[in-house]
DNA sequence: GTAAAGATCCACT
DNA sequence: GTGGATCTTTACT
C-alpha cells in the first residue's frame, strides 16, 4: 500500500472528488491504523461555487484552512452537534476541496461501533454519512489544517483497487446554491452498501 | 449584542 | 415521512 504524495492533492476538485473512489483513509487511533475506503465524495468548487464555504473568496476564521496548500485537512462543525471532513485540493488561492460522504470501514469495526453510541447496530450505520464517519473515526477540529501527504494521524493510501463503475450526481441539502445546486459534483462507488442517502 | 441558519442525524408517528 | 436536537459561525443592528 502507497501513500499519495503531495502532488496527488493538486489537480482540481472536480476530478480528485471522482478520483477519491476507492482509496484508504487511514486513521490513527492509540497506536491503532483503521483502514476505510472512501465510496462517496462531492466535489466543492471554492471561490467560484455557490455551495462553497469559501465562495467568492471570503475569509473568515473558520475558513482559513480553506486556504491551504492542497492535501490539508478543513473540519467544519455543522448544526453545532456534528462534524464534516474536507480535503482541500489544487492551488490555495482557489480553495477547493473534496467533501467525504461516505466511506466502507476495512477493519477495526468494534473499534468503530465503540466510537458511535447508537441503537442500530449495523455496520452500514457506521461510517454512510459524513458525519456519521466522523464519529466514528474521531476526526473533529483538532485535525484542522493536518496535510494528509506528510501527518501520521491521518493519511490516504491506494491499494490499485479501482471502482467498476462510478455514479455522478447532483450534491446534497446545498438548496441555497441556486444554480450551482444542480451540477453534478456528487460521485459514487455503484452498488456499494455505505452510500448515504 | 442579537438573531438566524446550517455540506446532519436520530427517534418517532 | 417528519420534527427536534443543539450550538457554532456569521451577518447585521
Redesign the pocket.
Known sequence: MKRLPKSYYHQTAIKLAEEMLGKILVRKLNKTYLHCRIVET?A?MGTVDK????YKG?H????MNLYQPGGSVYV???????Y?L?IVVNDQKSAE?V?IRAVEPLNHLDTLQQN?P???KKTV?LTN????LCQALIID?SLNGINLATSDDIFLVSDGYHPDRIVKTQR???D?AKEDKDNLWRFYIKGNDFI?K
Open positions: 462531492e466543492y455551495a462553497s464555504h469559501a471570503k473568515t476564521k473558520r475558513k467544519y462543525s455543522i448544526y453545532g452537534i456534528y464534516c474536507n476541496s467533501f458511535r447508537v441503537k442500530s450505520d454519512g459524513p458525519s456519521k477540529k446534497i441539502n446545498i441555497y448515504s
